[in-house]
T-cell receptor, first 115, second 110 residues
Framework: KAGVTQTPRYLIKTRGQQVTLSCSPI?????VSWYQQTPGQGLQFLFE???????NKGNFPGRFSGRQFSNSRSEMNVSTLELGDSALYLC??????????????FGQGTRLTVV | QKEVEQDPGPLSVPEGAIVSLNCTYSNSAFQYFMWYRQYSRKGPELLMYTYSSGNKEDGRFTAQVDKSSKYISLFIRDSQPSDSATYLC??????????FGKGTRLHILP
């Protein structure tokens, strides 16, 4: 069974640009969550999608947005990039929703560097 | 006070030793308590999870939750160099958001 696939693995962007990251969940998983990981803040929750609907959102500015498609694939977009957006962006998929949504499987992440 | 506190380490122990990793938390609504392991340049992988208080054992790993003290632990017995990684505790409440600790870097010395 293929794992969670994130593309691209590495990305370098300039301040002010926008970026789109992609996540393909494990086949059959309908829940996709996005996280930002930095050395200073650790893993921080961005948002979660289930069946194309955003179920939860973390405390990030509106420059961070996401969506989920009917095949459960998800994208996240960051507009007007800032240097502080440099981070590892991780996607996790799960087969359950609501109670006992515990077993999240992570992709390898996209390393975004903003220069 | 942060919702989840975890000592960043690094923690260095000799091979074969028992490792104890800990987290404290402040939100009494957390119900699920998880431990993830993250190797360098990889995404986190779920090691174990526990619902509410109590112990759970899986091979060399034991997870403990003490809800009265808001304290969780992960013990690794007979530690191996391959256990060298960053260990993240995580917690989930009724709102389904997972809150992670910042992770403890563990080095097992051969």
């Amino acid at each position: 069974k293929a794992g969670v696939t994130q593309t691209p693995r590495y990305l370098i962007k300039t301040r002010g640009q926008q970026v789109t990251l992609s996540c393909s969940p494990i086949s059959g998983h309908r829940s996709v969550s996005w996280y930002q990981q930095t050395p200073g803040q650790g893993l921080q929750f961005l948002f979660e999608y289930f069946s194309e609907t955003q179920r939860n959102k973390g405390n990030f500015p509106g420059r961070f947005s996401g969506r989920q498609f009917s095949n459960s694939r998800s994208e996240m977009n960051v507009s007007t990039l800032e240097l502080g957006d440099s981070a590892l962006y991780l996607c996790a998929s799960s087969s359950k929703v609501g109670q006992s949504l515990v077993e999240a499987f992570f992709g390898q992440g996209t390393r975004l560097t903003v220069v | 006070q942060k919702e989840v506190e975890q000592d960043p380490g690094p923690l260095s122990v000799p091979e074969g030793a028992i490792v104890s990793l800990n987290c404290t938390y402040s939100n009494s609504a957390f119900q699920y308590f998880m431990w993830y392991r993250q190797y360098s340049r990889k995404g986190p992988e779920l090691l174990m999870y526990t619902y509410s208080s109590g112990n759970k054992e899986d091979g060399r790993f034991t997870a403990q939750v003490d809800k009265s003290s808001k304290y969780i632990s992960l013990f690794i017995r007979d530690s191996q160099p391959s256990d060298s990684a960053t260990y993240l505790c995580a917690m989930r409440g009724r709102d389904d958001k997972i809150i992670f600790g910042k992770g403890t870097r563990l080095h097992i010395l051969p």
